[in-house]
């Protein structure tokens, strides 16, 4: 098996800086880790946010704190920091490969889209933002690795593509249909889901919009590593 990521982001039109932030980490035990915030407004104040939720999961991954615990103490964190006053969006994607198991952390009321056993479904569990109280714990999945395995955590800005002008984007329904075209290529999903959120809202994204894909495949090629990333300037 091999482990296959991508990323593909926009931020809001007519806004200068994206208020999401993403970090990925190699795990002290072996594997990856991605974590995804969204900060509360958009801006160089939600950026602002979301960096300091990021860094310290980040930070406590490094250190080869779980996932969970990690999420509930940046949470607390951003509580301390801020005095309760701003919220974030909280998502970690892990191939851990200690527990052999792709691990999905969410503190977000965004769902993660889990395509196992050849079908896609949302995982809707309630899950609350970071940052307002102590003591907010993430929902928490695990699914052993497998061929065919994926997941696709977004942030809100691809949800709410679209429903300016009556038409919001079903994200689940995206999936399916790519999904109905052959397997899981995180490079090109991330692409085509991000093409067709910018195309509902006509060219000009209302909110940031953050897409992670992360697919366990049957392995081909070499044993080296490789990390690809384009970034317009």
Do not use: C
């Not at 091999?2 to 200068?16: C, I």
């Not at 801006?43 to 310290?56: D, E, H, L, M, Q």
């Not at 999961?57 to 607390?76: F, K």
Request: cysteine-free.
């Amino acid at each position: 098996m091999e482990a296959r990521s991508a990323v593909a982001k926009v931020g809001k039109y007519a806004t200068s800086e994206s208020g999401d932030s993403l970090e990925m980490i190699e795990r002290p035990a072996g594997g990856l880790s991605f974590v995804l915030s969204d900060g509360q407004t958009s801006g160089k104040p939600a950026k602002a946010i979301s960096n300091v939720v990021t860094r310290k999961a980040i930070s406590l991954l490094a250190d080869g704190v779980r996932d969970g615990p990690a999420a509930r103490a940046a949470s607390d964190y951003l509580y301390t920091y801020r005095s309760g006053k701003v919220l974030a969006t909280l998502n970690i994607l892990s191939v851990d490969l200690q527990s052999q198991t792709l691990v999905i952390t969410r503190n977000n009321p965004v769902p993660v889209i889990l395509m196992h056993s050849g079908t896609a479904h949302a995982l809707t569990e309630a899950s609350e933002a970071v940052g307002t109280r102590r003591g907010i714990r993430p929902s928490i999945t695990e699914v052993p690795l497998a061929p065919g395995l994926a997941a696709i955590m977004y942030t809100d800005g691809l949800t709410h593509a679209g429903a300016r002008v009556g038409t919001p984007m079903d994200v689940l329904e995206e999936v399916r249909r790519l999904a109905e075209q052959g397997p899981v290529d995180p490079e090109d999903w991330a692409d085509r889901l991000l093409q067709r959120a910018v195309e509902l809202d006509q060219g000009r994204p209302a909110d940031d919009i953050s897409i992670v894909i992360m697919a366990i495949l049957q392995r081909a090629g070499d044993d080296a590593r490789r990390l690809s990333v384009r970034m317009p300037l």
